[in-house]
């Protein structure tokens, strides 16, 4: 009886395996997360003046490694000037520093905070000039 049980467990397991689908990684974030972190530097028009999309962009980040955040904000740093100039950089400006902030804690953990801001501010008065 122990042994019928413990192969229908088997089986129901391995079933169960093929029918839910996979969160298929790219990188360390799953393939929602991915879309999430995507919109913004595909379609920013729709993110940047919706809170909770980036609030939500923000939280995948916070928890993302040091790689993906710092392969994410280099995908933004490109793209600031362009957003700045179609969306104003009062817009952007606290979108950047949020992603650019968590940039930072992950790859600098031991920085003074007030220098990493003021460091946050020269990057992005920098990359609105390029």
């Not at 042994?3 to 391995?14: A, E, I, T």
């Not at 991915?34 to 003046?49: M, S, W």
């Not at 809170?51 to 993906?68: A, E, F, H, P, R």
């Amino acid at each position: 009886m122990l042994r019928q049980v413990l192969v229908l467990v088997v089986l129901f397991s391995l079933i169960w395996t093929f029918q839910t689908p996979s969160l298929q990684r790219s990188g360390g974030f799953s393939k929602a997360e991915k879309a999430a972190l995507d919109q913004l530097l595909n379609n920013p028009e729709d993110v940047i003046q919706d809170y909770s999309k980036i609030q939500k962009i923000l939280k995948i980040l916070k928890k993302g490694s040091k790689n993906d955040v710092s392969r994410f904000y280099h995908s933004v740093r490109y793209k600031i000037f362009d957003w700045a100039n179609e969306f104003g950089k009062p817009q952007v400006a606290p979108i950047f520093e949020d992603i650019a902030s968590l940039y930072y804690q992950k790859t600098l953990p031991d920085e003074n905070p007030i220098k990493l801001i003021e460091q946050i501010h020269k990057d992005f008065d920098f990359l609105c000039k390029s």
